[in-house]
């Protein structure tokens, strides 16, 4: 046989060959392709689930430190986490931080941490493990995704709100919420006891304080003052003045919700339930440019009626959480009202 006749009677085998590497080529591009889909749908709904677990489990840390709640941290955020789509039998990490991100303690136990000044967040870790469908072929039998989410609690230092309140019991009208020696907002337990439910400053009228409408002095600003912050002061800001309004506020009220209870409506008529809000108290006022100086938070269980001298009572709460707002990073403490927020 000829050398060409030689040559074209092995072409059939070397193509079937080339073929079949090709074949096993495209089967490896089409497993990436399947396999890192799915790590990459993974990836992300483990991100989300993370995300939701450091945000919940800082607010566990607050409501530990703050309210005195004495559920396990590590099982609340697990739960959390599990809910979401994370499968924490192949990676969960739970760790309760400072508020530089730095590990301070695991979440559980409670006690690890509950005492500690500086905790202020939580960082979460999780993943899922998923047996690729054709990754065999290119070697990897399994895909490890795991992701990691932190959310701290940080004191808020501006926020939007409708309303103002005198809190130095020096000025006329002022309410007893402020000590004028020291210019700090008086003890929970003190404000509690005064305006909060049943307090004994409420013995006139259990529906609360005056807030917005006829006050029972407007503590040196204007005497067309009602309870109301001007709009060109929004958001109000811890340490700066605030204008007062002399009028109500025209359309819609706006202010950052206090959670979880979601916050006031936008608008409102009489019979609407009670609502809660993060309320700007402020010690000295000047007449001269209508402003007061904001010195503290202050969140308070607030009611709307039509009659009445007074259309906005308020009932005090204490310190909380707000859902939005800018934060500072000064030390967070129990009277603080703060924004629980993912560290990045």
Known sequence: MTGPARRRSG????????????LVFMLIIVAIVIDGGQAYTDRRRTQNATDAAALAGARAVGQTRFAGATADLRAAVLAVASTNGANAVDVFACDVVDQAVTVVAPCSPNSGWSGRADA????????????T???SVAGRRQILVTTSATATLQPLLGTRSPWMLCGNPLLPGGYNLIDPNTRALRPDATLLALYGAGGTALAGNPAGIAVQGTLPGTCGLSPLWTGAVSPTSQPVRLGSRATALNSAPAGAYTYD??????????????????CNAVIPVFDEADLTSNTALIVAWSIWRMTYSSSGTAKWRGVFLGAGTASGGT??????????????????
Do not use: N
Request: glycine share 12%; charged share 15%.
């Open 327 to 344: 934060t500072s990073v000064a030390p967070v403490t129990g009277r603080s009202t703060y924004v629980v927020r993912m560290a990045r």
């Open 257 to 274: 919700d206090i959670l979880p209870a979601g916050g006031c409506a936008t608008s409102f008529s009489d019979g609407a339930p009670p």
């Open 133 to 135: 469908l054709f990754g």
């Open 11 to 22: 072409e059939p085998g070397a193509t079937l060959v080339l073929v079949s590497l090709m």
């Open 120 to 131: 202020a967040g939580v960082r979460v870790t999780a993943g899922i493990r998923r047996t």
